[in-house]
């Protein structure tokens, strides 16, 4: 079975392409379940993200869709959630989702993946960022509040690599993972960036494995052409690592299904 659990959608004002539009391209993929994942609205960082006003016409229309395309394709109803230690919208976990994509895009008020700010990386001892990065992980995990740990070695992005060995950081971060059993996503969308290469890397999807942590798919698509993008890949890498079933959610209740 073919799952891809995140998707944005041009109502988070940095993607293109109508839902609808997802939907077939999809279909077209041959896409069994597919999820919508757009970044939830948010007193913070407003310009990269829909409204709260927006949220109706987002659910009403996954609703229209999922009715429309019945039979041909399963569709989801999700939201990537930012985790900031220092502030929360806490209605957000009151809408009635199918999972919570939990995401770490931020370090203090600094938006780490956006290349905007990306100069900031020269201010900072880079090692330090890591562990930052590595500890709001683990308390975004902690939180209780996730199904899904997001892209869990994003801030690889532009290619600013730990020098040393950070192991013992990821691996608590990863238990932290398995406490609140949630599962982690290999997302395509580092194929897109300078990084070249899925998030997370194979080294942080082995402990995972022995951890016995289970894995999704995501496209992290912000355009129609990018659904699907480096499936093969992706899964080829999952299959290497010993994985043979994948997470999906309704109603946040987890099924592992085949891929
Ligand atoms: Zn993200
Ligand atoms: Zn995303």
């Not at 999922?66 to 976990?93: C, N, V, W």
């Not at 770490?104 to 020269?122: C, K, M, Q, S, T």
């Not at 580092?190 to 022995?210: C, D, T």
Request: charged letters at 30%; one cysteine or more.
């Amino acid at each position: 079975m073919r799952v891809d659990l995140h998707n944005h959608t041009s109502l988070c004002n940095h993607a293109t392409g109508t839902m609808e539009e997802y939907v077939l391209r999809a279909i077209e993929e041959k896409i069994d379940v597919f999820g919508f994942s757009c970044h939830n609205p948010m007193a913070f960082d407003e310009q990269y993200r829909m409204d709260f006003k927006d949220l109706p016409f987002y659910f009403d229309e996954i609703a229209r869709l999922k009715e429309k395309y019945k039979g041909q394709i399963e569709i989801l109803t999700a939201l990537e959630i930012d985790f900031l230690p220092s502030f929360a919208e806490e209605r957000l976990f009151d809408f009635p989702l199918d999972y919570r994509i939990g995401a770490v895009h931020f370090l203090g008020d600094w938006g780490f993946d956006n290349p905007e700010f990306i100069r900031e990386y020269a201010r900072r001892d880079i090692n330090d960022c890591w562990s930052e990065y590595y500890k709001a992980t683990e308390m975004l995990a902690k939180s209780g509040k996730f199904d899904i740990l997001a892209h869990m070695d994003l801030l690889k992005v532009f290619n600013y690599r730990p020098t040393k060995d950070l192991r013992p950081q990821i691996e608590s971060a990863l238990k932290a993972v398995k406490e609140a059993n949630m599962c982690i996503e290999i997302n395509a969308a580092g194929f897109r960036k300078q990084v070249q290469e899925q998030y997370p890397s194979e080294e942080i999807l082995q402990i995972a494995y022995s951890l016995e942590i289970p894995i999704c798919f995501g496209s992290d698509a912000h355009a129609v052409e990018q659904i699907g993008f480096k499936h093969s890949e992706l899964v080829s890498l999952a299959k290497q690592v010993g994985y043979t079933k994948c997470a999906l959610y309704r109603n946040r209740e987890r099924e592992l299904v085949e891929f």
